[in-house]
């Protein structure tokens, strides 16, 4: 059974661009976590998602930032018109139902130049 | 809020000895979890050991334990028998139980492992 699969591992974007970020949870994993990694900081929680639903998005910015978890597919974290304070390392983390521990993936390095 | 403090920035030890990290929280909850998890250089977040807080046991795992101070809101973490494949950050995390369920994390302890 494979882990949490994160792609790509290093994503390099001008200011202005979009930012895609996939996690493939992990097989028959439902639940889906998205974490932000600012240097030298914790782990901080973004938003929670069932299949196609979003459950608690309390931590997302407001603007320029949406995330999906489709039926059918991996969940994306979409950054739209990246800026350098959005340079940071994401993590994605999966669960098969609510009260289980969570697994996490090697998370996604985004860079803003 | 729950918040998450780890004071020590920094640490260091000896390999084969013991080290202690320490962490205190804040919540007005009663039934939680608490974690610690190990980030080394790879970024994969790894989970050491957990902690449910209606246990007054200690949690142990291998050469890594707990103590866990309910009312203080104390979670300490010692690493036992140092080796030098410990070094990494280590992170103190909370959860509630119910809701979202989503971890508050400290800022984290960069232990080093001497040889």
């Known amino acids: 059974n494979a882990g949490v699969m994160q792609n790509p591992r290093h994503l390099v974007r001008r200011r202005g661009q979009e930012a895609r970020l996939r996690c493939s949870p992990m097989?028959?994993?439902?639940?889906v976590y998205w974490y932000r990694q600012l240097p030298e900081e914790g782990l901080k929680f973004m938003v929670y998602?069932?299949?196609?639903?979003?459950?608690?998005e309390s931590g997302m910015p407001k603007e320029r930032f949406s995330a999906e978890f489709p039926k059918e597919g991996p969940s994306i974290l979409r950054i739209q018109q990246v800026v350098r304070g959005d340079s940071a390392a994401y993590f994605c983390?999966?669960?098969?139902?609510?009260?289980?521990?969570?697994?996490f993936g090697q998370g996604t390095r985004l860079t803003v130049v | 809020a729950q918040t998450v403090t780890q004071s020590q920035p920094e640490m260091s030890v000896q390999e084969a000895e013991t080290v202690t990290l320490s962490c205190t929280y804040d919540?007005?909850?009663?039934?939680?979890?608490l974690f610690w998890y190990k980030q080394p250089p790879s970024r994969q977040m790894i989970l050491v050991i957990r902690?449910?807080?209606?246990?007054?046991q200690n949690a142990t795992e291998n050469r890594f334990s707990v103590n866990f101070q309910k009312a203080a809101k104390s979670f300490s973490l010692k690493i036992s028998d140092s080796q030098l494949g410990d070094a990494a950050m280590y992170f103190c995390?909370?959860?509630?139980?119910?809701?979202?369920?989503?971890?508050?994390f400290g800022k984290g302890t960069k232990l080093t492992v001497n040889p």
């Open positions: 983390a999966s669960s098969p139902r609510q009260g289980l521990e969570a697994f």
């Open positions: 097989k028959g994993h439902s639940h």
């Open positions: 998602l069932q299949k196609e639903n979003i459950i608690d």
């Open positions: 919540t007005s909850e009663s039934d939680y979890y």
């Open positions: 902690q449910e807080a209606y246990k007054q």
């Open positions: 995390a909370y959860r509630v139980k119910g809701g979202s369920e989503k971890l508050v």
